[in-house]
């Protein structure tokens, strides 16, 4: 099998369709979403539909469960929490249930998908460094976790009692080893890196691919300012933090 996994879309629809129009060129047999559809960009209903229409794997994300009221904003910072009340405004009933009713983990058969963590996937921890990694090694029930929330694909591998890290943008998969794969974000990147991003994992072949596809940024940028959004969510997007 031939999954794409991507996550943390964040309604930035001309990111999303880039992300798509490459993911159907890799002809995939699955995809997976990670979670984080909506938040900080314009298009909500249009990058919900997209999801619906392409796959029934999709978790729920912290802006998902905050956009549909399910979850206290207090620890968001306030240009999130301001993202997730614009959000919360404009869905309607069907979109809100939609989000709602999202499951916090994913199970395929022989990976695993949380937006941010399995340590207390409801909290929606940051796995940043190795000792964040470490706790979900210990809790993983296969070999592979997929996770998004920090926007920045990178691969963590445990061999034995080791740990290492790598950011490289094609892993092959070791019998012996479990893996913690960030698909980093569709609509949002954080790593210095404008581009999109996605996984293709290929369970035959026994590879993991981290995938970059340039967009339309100026054209995200333009619809997040007429929305009335906060300016610097715009021009994140084009130097990738």
Same mark, same amino acid.
Request: charged share 25%; proline share 3%.
């Given at each position: 099998?031939?999954?794409?996994?991507?996550? !943390?879309? +964040?309604? *930035?629809?001309?990111?999303?369709?880039?992300?798509?129009?490459?993911?159907?060129?890799?002809?995939?047999?699955?995809?997976?979403?990670?979670?984080?559809?909506?938040?900080?960009?314009?298009?909500?209903?249009?990058?919900?539909? $997209?999801?619906?229409?392409?796959?029934?794997?999709?978790?729920?994300? *912290?802006?998902?469960?905050?956009?549909?009221?399910?979850? !206290?904003?207090?620890?968001?910072?306030?240009?999130?929490?301001?993202?997730? @009340?614009?959000?919360?405004?404009?869905? *309607?009933?069907?979109?809100?249930?939609?989000? @709602?009713?999202?499951?916090?983990?994913?199970?395929?058969? #022989?990976?695993?998908?949380?937006?941010?963590?399995? #340590?207390? /996937? #409801?909290?929606?921890?940051?796995?940043?460094?190795?000792?964040?990694?470490?706790?979900?090694?210990?809790?993983?029930?296969?070999?592979?976790?997929?996770?998004? +929330?920090? +926007?920045? /694909?990178?691969?963590?591998?445990?061999?034995?009692?080791?740990?290492?890290?790598?950011?490289?943008?094609?892993?092959?998969?070791?019998?012996?080893? @479990?893996?913690?794969? *960030?698909?980093?974000?569709?609509?949002?990147?954080? #790593?210095?890196?404008?581009?999109?991003?996605?996984?293709?994992?290929?369970?035959?072949?026994?590879?993991?691919?981290?995938?970059?596809?340039?967009?339309?940024?100026?054209?995200?940028?333009?619809?997040?300012?007429?929305?009335?959004?906060? /300016?610097?969510?715009?021009?994140? $997007?084009?130097?990738?933090?």
């Amino acid at each position: 099998m031939r999954y794409g996994i991507f996550a !943390d879309i +964040h309604s *930035n629809l001309e990111a999303y369709e880039a992300v798509l129009e490459a993911m159907r060129a890799e002809r995939l047999d699955s995809y997976v979403c990670a979670g984080d559809i909506v938040g900080y960009g314009a298009d909500i209903s249009r990058c919900i539909e $997209l999801t619906k229409a392409i796959t029934g794997n999709v978790i729920c994300g *912290n802006h998902d469960q905050a956009s549909a009221g399910r979850l !206290d904003t207090r620890y968001f910072n306030p240009g999130a929490r301001g993202a997730v @009340s614009w959000t919360a405004k404009r869905l *309607n009933e069907a979109e809100r249930q939609y989000l @709602s009713d999202l499951k916090l983990t994913y199970d395929g058969a #022989d990976f695993t998908v949380v937006h941010g963590s399995l #340590d207390e /996937p #409801d909290k929606y921890h940051y796995i940043l460094d190795v000792n964040a990694a470490l706790r979900n090694f210990q809790m993983m029930r296969k070999k592979l976790l997929f996770i998004g +929330h920090t +926007h920045r /694909p990178i691969v963590y591998k445990r061999k034995g009692e080791d740990v290492s890290v790598t950011t490289d943008r094609e892993v092959r998969l070791e019998k012996d080893s @479990s893996y913690i794969v *960030n698909a980093g974000s569709v609509g949002q990147p954080r #790593d210095g890196d404008p581009r999109a991003a996605y996984v293709v994992y290929d369970n035959r072949e026994n590879v993991i691919q981290i995938k970059r596809v340039s967009y339309d940024v100026k054209k995200a940028q333009e619809k997040i300012l007429v929305a009335g959004l906060p /300016p610097h969510m715009a021009e994140r $997007l084009g130097y990738g933090q």
